[in-house]
């Protein structure tokens, strides 16, 4: 790996993880009270309309079958793809990167932006720069760079993480917004107001000056087309196509997993994103390009960054159908409460808890794979059909391995899991076992009681141990025809109902 | 039919009642019901957490332990989403072609209690009556892993005397997940707190679902809050009759 003099050595230029656990940054998350309620909002409001424009829709669901088969052909043949995609590139005047990770991609974006002579350039959001934390490089080479999305811009003004992939600043509220306006954009009128209109009035006049000075630009991509080397960037505000066409420079930084085969696959996709991201039926600006025009340049910088490792395992490998809708954060009861930041990541929610880990290797992120209750709405929603549950139990086990690698003692954990299997494995061992928790009935009843069930007792009672097993009172009278009265009355009285009695 | 009731490893040491009540009411229909004592549990809680492994020996003996019946009913869509996907991938997984093809024969046979009467027995009033005010809350493996769809709410419709309010935001998970509610016990905390609001806004006496699991986490946030609703197990109002009252 090479670095180059004033990049930040100190930590790898992914944005895709921290040193705090899930449960840990959650914390925080779930204490906002105002975070919660504009994620609520947010979100409840976009299922919504997500859900009416995806009905409208009768072959749905045969357009996430293609979704998800069209990715899973080009990831099958991903070698053959990408070079007929470099060709394409090159045939259309355009120049080809490949970058192993975030420090290659990172060094060629600014090489490539010190040989134009300038030290500004304005970027159309894009979660591939985002995740190699481009910016900050950067900036660390002494090149300002502007973000254009206006959500982005929030984030960026504010010296913030985003939290959301489609709505990065969706955890700041109009009033927040406008107070970071006010300290920290150039020229504004002090007399701003918290109507959105007035802000976007700023933002826009903020965007114009630095669009029309600019003229170097990065872009992300939303898809590349392997056999005409087109790239297709997918946006609401038109920021983006202000940046695709004004200036001299564009670079764009591709995950190698954004290709699809042909022109024709984007029929597919162009119907599937909209609806699940903004639940729209289509999206406002969709830009298109081919090549560059004259007196332009124009750069692809095509990055790993952990793809190819995600590739090469089949139980995890469909992470890379993914194409960063956000509809699974939308719905994902997790996601909601714990806010986005809780996953350490620049891909939160569901998708980032599965895909985070598979990019940086599950050592560096092991507890996002437990940051679900496994619901299924993800995977239900997903316009790809990326079964994310199954992915983070899969992922769960490669946690369980590397651990248990790395500590030749079991943990509790462990421990306690073999232990329960032993016990499960033998008719024998699990009457008794169940023998000793009906004799140990007061254990509930304990003032403190011993990891993990403290962790349970903080906001929940405990169940009551019954007097006799199913299988005891089984062998006693159950087998014989006579089952005694079983029903729950609630008028009966039993004032000891904790869960099902 | 040669019929099997695999109680979950739960309802056996915690919430035998339920267990019961599934005996009654496949009972009154007619059917003869037998509880294998081999059984266990289905492993789900270790592969769920990590431990596919450890759960692989649970697969065998569930399907040693199963296999000679007809068909097995459990009063969890839980466990039995578990047994008809779980136990396929972790046969695949350990590469285990003759166990695969033995689990896939009895994940077949092996059913929800809302499936087991109304696709196989084709029933959906079995003669209970339960005069309370009851909302219903779908379990996010029944709703999405087995796709029970509104079988139990077929079957609770047509209980006499039951007053079924509507759960908002039913769909939403009620935050247990297995180990998820011990390992991310705040954000667990954070959505049954929801779905608690959700359960209290419909004023009901009793919140039903089809899984003990579900209803100890929430009966267990209930009871901690003192709000005076309490759970009952779709099975036990199922199982309940005029006469016994
Ligand atoms: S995983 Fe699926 S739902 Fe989530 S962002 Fe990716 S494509 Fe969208």
Redesign the pocket.
């Known amino acids: 790996m090479t670095t180059f003099l004033g990049m930040p050595t100190a930590s790898p230029t992914t944005h895709l993880r921290t040193s705090e656990s899930f449960p840990q940054a959650a914390r925080s998350g779930l204490a906002n009270s105002q975070q919660r309620h504009n994620l609520r909002a947010a979100t409840t409001t976009i299922r919504a309309k997500r859900a009416d424009v995806v009905a409208e829709l009768d072959d749905w669901e045969e357009l996430r079958a293609a979704g998800a088969a069209i990715k899973d052909h080009t990831l099958a043949q991903l070698p053959h793809y990408l070079e007929l995609f470099e060709a394409a590139v090159i045939a259309n005047g355009g120049t080809v990167h490949w970058a192993r990770d975030g420090d290659e991609a990172n060094e060629i974006v600014t090489r490539l932006v010190r040989a134009t002579g300038e030290t500004e350039v304005v970027k159309v959001k894009s979660m591939a720069t985002e995740e190699i934390g481009l910016n900050e490089a950067l900036t660390a080479a002494g090149i300002t760079a502007t973000e254009t999305d206006l959500a982005e811009l929030i984030v960026q003004l504010g010296d913030d993480r985003p939290s959301h ?1 489609l709505v990065p600043a969706i955890h700041r509220n109009r009033s927040e917004i406008r107070d970071i306006f006010l300290g920290n954009m150039q020229d504004v009128d002090p007399a701003l107001t918290n109507d959105p209109e007035v802000l976007a009035g700023a933002a826009r006049v903020h965007l114009r000056r630095k669009f029309l000075s600019a003229k170097v630009a990065i872009s992300g991509a939303n898809f590349g087309v392997a056999d005409t080397g087109t790239l297709c960037v997918v946006e609401s505000e038109g920021n983006g196509r202000m940046c695709l066409t004004l200036p001299r420079t564009l670079i764009t930084v591709m995950g190698i997993e954004k290709l699809v085969p042909t022109w024709r696959d984007l029929e597919v996709y162009l119907q599937l994103l909209p609806r ?2 903004t639940g729209e039926r289509m999206n406002p600006y969709t830009s298109m390009w081919t090549g560059a025009t004259e007196g332009q340049d124009f750069h692809v910088v095509l990055l790993d960054n952990g793809r190819t490792a995600t590739l090469a395992d089949p139980r995890g490998r469909s992470a890379l ?9 939308n719905v994902c009861p997790v996601y909601e409460r714990a806010g986005g930041h809780a996953y350490g990541s620049v891909y939160p ?3 980032g808890a599965v895909l985070s880990p598979q990019l940086t290797g599950v050592k560096d992120n092991p507890s996002l794979p437990f940051a679900s209750s496994l619901c299924g709405a ?1 995977y239900d ?4 059909a ?1 079964d ?1 549950p199954t992915m983070l139990v899969h992922l769960r086990e490669e946690v369980v391995l590397s651990k248990r690698t790395q500590h030749r003692l079991p943990t509790a954990e462990s421990a306690s899991m073999s232990a329960a299997a032993w016990t499960m494995t033998s008719r024998r061992r699990w009457t008794a076992a169940l023998r000793a928790m009906s004799l140990g009935r007061s254990v509930t009843r304990l003032p403190a009681l011993p990891p993990p069930l403290s962790a349970w007792v903080r906001s929940r009672d405990l169940p009551q141990p019954p007097r006799e097993s199913l299988r005891d009172w089984w062998v006693r009278e159950g087998s014989t025809d006579s089952a005694a009265d079983t029903a729950a009355d609630p008028d009966a009285g039993t004032s000891d109902a904790r869960g099902p009695r | 039919m040669r019929l099997a009731l695999f109680a979950t490893c739960l309802v056996d040491g915690l919430f035998p009642d339920v267990g019961k009540a599934t005996v009654a009411v496949l009972r009154r229909l007619g059917q003869e019901v037998e509880f294998p004592l081999e059984q266990t549990c289905c492993g789900q809680m270790h592969v769920n957490t990590g431990y596919g492994r450890e759960a692989y020996p649970l697969v065998r003996r569930y399907v040693d332990t199963f296999e000679p019946y007809d068909a097995v009913v459990t009063p969890s869509g839980s466990c039995a989403g578990a047994i008809r996907h779980q136990h396929l991938e972790l046969a695949r997984q350990f590469g285990d072609e003759a166990l695969l093809r033995r689990v896939e024969s009895i994940a077949q046979r092996t059913y929800e209690l809302s499936e087991f009467l109304v696709d196989v027995l084709g029933v959906t009033d079995v003669g209970a009556s339960y005069p309370h005010r009851v909302t219903y809350h779908p379990t996010c493996h029944s709703l999405r892993v087995l796709r029970v769809g509104d079988r139990p709410l077929q079957l609770l419709r047509a209980v006499d005397g039951l007053d079924l309010v509507e759960l908002p935001d039913a769909d939403t998970c009620c935050g247990f997940g297995g180990t998820f509610a011990l390992k991310n016990s705040q954000t667990s905390t954070a959505m049954l707190a929801d779905k608690i609001r959700a359960i209290q806004s419909t004023d009901a006496q009793m919140c039903v679902a089809g899984d003990a699991s579900c209803l100890m986490h929430i009966g267990g946030g209930m009871s901690r809050l003192s709000i005076g609703t309490e759970t009952v197990h779709l099975a036990q109002i199922l199982a309940s009759t005029k006469d016994a009252r």
């Open positions: 992939i699940s991201s159908r993914c194409i960063r809708c956000s509809a699974c954060l929610g569901p998708i993800c929603v997903c316009p790809v990326i994310i």
